[in-house]
């Protein structure tokens, strides 16, 4: 021992720079009480605290019940820092969210005013306890509920019971109100349909590069090519919007999802199905975008196999089968549309669809 208080092991190592084989527990700060623990007035203050968290978490819950029945799904509404958005979504997100949080800051200032805090160090050991040791996490956690004063703070446990009861209605709501649309016309009618009235009518449909919203001519798609399309009726819908003094882009998102088009071009004789080869051109063939499986976009095209990808699940579909599903969970061949050249020798859609696009649902 120096005449500083260092042991000769300690002057070695700091010399040397090496660490030592164990170090010494430093133990655990002294445990400070909080002003719950010892006032009862504190502790019913923290308690009705709780209560409130907990109950806006239920009056969220049931205002996002009655947003998704009540609230317009095409209203819009401005929001600061966003913009005009839609009303129906936000309302949802913002009832959601509220519900969630509200319970999350309820827990956390439960667990910092009335839960025991005191910190409690436990040794590793084997994976597998022993029998006397289960049972005693048993009676631990038994014990904890009631170190929680939970069968004392009858606000809490009844305000918690309600919030965690009801947040679970509207993942519930959310799955059954989505098992199908209730207008299933949504889906079987896009912007590829042929106008009957108005200055369009009986006027075919060009398809139109997406996102360069140019026309496309046989000659220049090659075999082997991938062009993302969209109808050129998508610049007749919004000309219809400001006619009718609707702001430009109402619905054309939701237009847009429904008509997205993939174009490829095969050999002729690589076709197997004649209603794919027949209703294509010279080999160029259409077919929609929307995955049958839950609606993704199809985007990728294998040259050698003349097979399309969706990259979300991996359905497969082999375009010379009429796009017939050949791997993964899609149930249905994508939907065809059928495509001729006009005058000018542009790619037109002649006709609409002649199924629903989309995902399946009850009906189909």
Known sequence: MSEHGTTHDEVSRAATGTLPQRFDDPGLPPHVPRQADHDESAAKRAERQVAVMFGLSIVSTVAFLVAYFAVDQRSTVFFPGIGSTNAYHLVLGVTLALSLLMIG??????????????????????????????????????????????????????????????????????????????????LAETLWDIPTEGKHAGKPIRLMRDPQNTPIKAEEVAIGSVFHVLPESLDWHKEENVEAGRAEWKGVLDEKAKAAVILVR????????????????????????I??????????????????????????????RDCEVVFGPAKRALPQLKITVDADGYLVAPEGFKEPVGPSYWER
């Open 105 to 186: 800051l309820g827990a956390v200032h439960w667990a910092k005013t009335l839960m025991p805090d005191h910190e409690v160090v436990e040794e590793r050991h084997p994976l597998r306890s022993s029998d006397e040791d289960r049972e005693h996490a048993v009676a631990t956690i038994l014990d904890g509920g009631d170190a929680a004063q939970l069968p004392r703070r009858n606000m809490i446990k009844y305000s918690l019971g309600g919030a965690l009861g009801l947040f679970s209605l509207p993942l519930v709501l959310q799955v059954a109100g989505s098992l199908g649309p209730t207008n299933v016309s949504e």
């Open 266 to 289: 095969l050999d002729p004789k690589d076709f197997v199905s004649t209603k794919a080869r027949d209703w294509g051109y010279q080999g160029i063939v259409a077919y929609s975008k």
């Open 291 to 320: 995955c049958t499986h839950v609606g993704c976009p199809v985007g990728l095209y294998e040259q050698k196999t003349h097979n399309l990808l969706c990259p979300c699940h991996q359905s497969t579909f082999d375009v010379t």
